[in-house]
């Protein structure tokens, strides 16, 4: 199981592979906006890195707890299917399924999936530079210290306004959030500056390898024309599926010792969770969980 403050590599992915984050300034706002408020309400979560392809969404994530991942996982999935649903007018079930969340135990393999994140666009041959991708990331923001912002509506409010007759005004029900991001955890040490050099490092290879497997290599770049003309609810002919790892590590002991750890974990839920549903209700789960909810029951009238 993976041990508090561990990093995660986070995937979110849309239904049928449809492409319902199709980039849009819009959408792009609202994400960054529903991003912002997690981040404001679950101030202990550390975001790194985040990208939003046209189906899809990464993130790296540094949480305290499974649990205040899950938390923090359920409030942005939930915003953004409702928000991007309404945007683009799908009524249907959003998300293809749960979220993954890869922990990421070593610093080579973090950097490993850091240049993944930020060469989004470029390795499909969507765009010739991460920045160009006119969908939400953070190449601007790790490689040039760009704040990033977003906006939050608040549809409680205007439903309760326009119920009782009253007239909203343009974003009146709206707050504007700043998305902060947190220097990787083997970036800690360094300054600003320094880790605005690496990062621009990395974007800079990415770019390289972009130029010569496309733009030399006789293979066309669709462009963000191209991009922006996507139909949100285009369906792909063929979605490639992979097992998601267990882990991220360079290490076969450490992964191995992961993997046993993880095997030995599940066993002690799932005998702790059968003593928890058989009625005993002080049954103690494994460290860094959190136990299943039980069922809601009435209690008995106190009798006369």
């Keep these: 199981m993976p041990r508090p403050n561990t990093t995660f590599e986070v995937t979110i992915r849309a239904i049928q592979g449809r492409m319902l984050l199709k980039p849009s300034k819009e959408l792009n706002l609202i994400i960054m906006g529903i991003l912002g408020r997690a981040l404001a309400r679950y101030q202990d979560i550390c975001l790194h890195l985040v990208v939003a392809a046209s189906n899809h969404m990464h993130l790296l994530i540094t949480a305290p707890s499974v649990e205040m991942l899950a938390n923090f996982m359920r409030d942005v999935n939930s915003s953004l299917a409702r928000e991007a649903g309404r945007l683009y007018h799908w009524k249907e079930k959003f998300w293809g399924r749960r979220y993954t969340a890869i922990p990421i135990l070593d610093e080579a393999r973090l950097i ?4 993944y994140l930020l060469s989004h666009g470029c390795k499909e041959g969507l765009v010739l530079r991460p920045s160009d991708w006119p969908g939400v990331n953070c190449v601007d923001a790790v490689t040039r210290g760009k704040k990033l912002e977003g906006i939050w509506y608040d549809r409680t ?5 326009a119920r009782v ?3 909203c005004r343009p974003g009146e ?5 700043e998305v902060p991001l947190s220097p990787l ?3 800690k040490d360094l300054s600003p ?4 050099a690496r990062y621009r490092a990395m974007v800079a290879d990415i770019e390289r390898e972009t130029r010569k497997k496309f733009a030399h290599g006789g293979r066309r770049i669709l462009g963000v024309r191209g991009i922006l003309k996507m139909r949100p609810h285009h369906r792909p002919d063929k979605i490639k599926r992979k097992p998601a790892p267990l882990c991220h590590c360079s290490d076969y002991d450490r992964w191995r010792e992961y993997r046993d750890n993880y095997r030995w974990f599940v066993e002690l839920y ?3 969770s059968r003593r928890l549903r058989a009625g005993e209700l002080t049954v103690q789960f494994p460290y860094n969980c959190f136990p299943p909810r039980l069922a809601f029951n009435v209690p008995d009238p106190p009798p006369g």
């Design 157 to 161: 409010k205007k439903y309760e306004a």
């Design 173 to 177: 029900y709206s707050t504007k959030y």
């Design 112 to 115: 490993e999936r850091a240049v």
């Design 165 to 167: 007759g009253i007239n």
């Design 193 to 196: 500056s320094e880790q605005r």
């Design 270 to 272: 799932r005998v702790a």
């Design 185 to 187: 955890p083997c970036f």
